[in-house]
């Protein structure tokens, strides 16, 4: 079973909201760029909470019958990048979020509304 990148936008996006994930941000970088199709952009409070998002991040994406690529940044927990393949998830720490502030250098892509 083939899980689509807005499917696995959507698992992603709840899997954070479950977490309590705070301002998830979804983008749309079709015709943007190949990186991925979505970005999500979402930030916890503590490490811990990042640790647990990421973590149901991941199981959700495994039951839906899709692998993760690849996961960086658990360890400390300050920004966790997963790359689902066409889905690239960044969990923040509140203080890098507002540091490093991603969302600016994708201005150009759409916000997704999730469902």
Not at 25 to 54: P, R, W
Request: glycine fraction near 6%; charged fraction near 25%; include cysteine.
């Amino acid at each position: 079973m083939t899980v689509s990148p807005k499917e696995l936008l959507n698992i992603a996006v709840q899997a954070a909201e479950d977490k309590k994930a705070m301002n998830i941000v979804s983008l749309d970088l079709q015709g943007i760029s190949l990186i991925a199709d979505y970005f999500v952009i979402c930030h916890g409070n503590s490490d811990t909470q990042v640790q647990a998002i990421a973590t149901e991040v991941r199981k959700r994406v495994h039951e839906a019958g899709s692998n993760i690529r690849g996961i960086e940044g658990m360890d400390s927990a300050r920004w966790v990048l997963m790359d689902l393949g066409d889905v690239i998830v960044h969990i923040f720490h509140r203080d890098e979020r507002e540091f490093y502030n991603i969302e600016r250098l994708w201005s150009d892509a759409k916000v997704v509304n999730n469902v």
